[in-house]
């Protein structure tokens, strides 16, 4: 059973920075993408950013100059930098793992990130 735990959600003022961390445990195959999805309140879940096993990046355009994504392979663990915040960006931002090779999907519990003055 793979397990992704979510960490560094919070309040923040706007203009201010969060650093979410997710440890991924258990069975996971070295090919896979692991990501970050948020959900505001009446919207629909969208992808923020991903990162392949191999460290290629896809950093979603509502965040593409102010985010960014990256990995330890080692620990299983993938981060998410966010800078320079804007109300907008509240919401729960959740981990996700997709393995290739087993073709499964995995997703953390969500951590809520809110930005208010």
């Known amino acids: 059973q793979v397990q992704l735990v979510e960490s560094g959600g919070g309040l923040v003022q706007p203009g201010g920075s969060l650093r979410l961390s997710c440890a991924a445990s258990g069975s996971i195959s070295s090919i896979n993408y692991m990501g970050w999805y948020r959900q505001a309140p009446g919207k629909q879940r969208e992808l923020v950013a991903r990162?392949?096993?191999?460290?290629?990046?896809n950093v979603a355009d509502p965040a593409k100059d102010r985010f960014s994504i990256s990995r330890d392979n080692a620990k299983n663990t993938v981060y998410l930098q966010m800078n320079s915040l804007k109300p907008e960006d509240t919401a729960v931002y959740y981990c996700n793992l997709l393995d290739l090779r087993r073709g499964r999907d995995y997703w953390g519990q969500g951590t809520q990130v809110t930005v208010s003055s």
């Open positions: 990162i392949t096993s191999g460290g290629a990046t």
